[in-house]
């Protein structure tokens, strides 16, 4: 595929390396949004404003001259109806962890590209199956620190890849980019 040449609007590593796998050129545009959730909003509303806004404010925050598509993305861990955001300390992942051990969640990933002409948005949404964790299980993985900067407190291509029974769904939606809705994305801006 010949993707556009676009930026990047976060600082994931994890995106930068999903970009990379699938070929596309990109630099990185850092920006940092409001991710506080509206009173009422779901999960699924929420995550697509979110990738939505950073895309959005890196495209405003562009010098004009240059008209690259941005993209921006966001991912949410989400329990029910109660969204997982990132831990804020260990005591915030471990209760992360207790609720998410033994159940099946939802992984929500919005992808969304804005250009001066097209704002688009694909959402994928995944499910991860954890088995029943232990408390010794938890207090290992706390010490590890993988999931600090993680939505639901883990990461799915680290550590915590043995705490997974089952996925059922997008294993790059999980880790923060689903390659083929962004893959459709991209080539409906080179009108393919």
């Not at 990132?86 to 919005?110: F, I, W």
């Not at 804005?114 to 949404?125: A, D, I, K, P, R």
């Not at 999980?174 to 009108?191: D, F, H, Q, W, Y």
Request: charged residues 25%; hydrophobic residues 40%.
């Amino acid at each position: 595929m010949n993707f556009p040449k676009i930026y990047l609007a976060s600082k994931s590593p994890r995106r930068r390396e999903l970009l990379t796998q699938i070929g596309v050129e990109f630099s990185v545009l850092s920006v940092e949004v409001d991710e506080s959730r509206l009173p009422d909003e779901r999960p699924v509303d929420y995550v697509q404003r979110v990738a939505l806004a950073k895309a959005q404010l890196a495209w405003e925050n562009l010098n004009r001259k240059d008209q690259l598509p941005v993209l921006g993305s966001d991912t949410s861990v989400v329990l029910g109806d109660v969204i997982l955001g990132k831990p804020k300390n260990n005591d915030d992942a471990r209760n992360m962890l207790q609720q998410l051990s033994g159940r099946p969640h939802s992984v929500m990933t919005a992808v969304a590209v804005v250009t001066g002409s097209q704002v688009l948005c694909e959402l994928n949404t995944s499910e991860v199956s954890f088995v029943k964790l232990t408390d010794a299980d938890i207090e290992w993985y706390l010490s590890t620190k993988e999931g600090v900067d993680k939505a639901g407190g883990y990461a799915v291509q680290g550590l915590a890849a043995i705490f997974i029974e089952q996925i059922k769904g997008s294993y790059s939606g999980i880790m923060g980019l689903p390659v083929r809705e962004t893959a459709l994305l991209l080539n409906k801006l080179s009108g393919r």
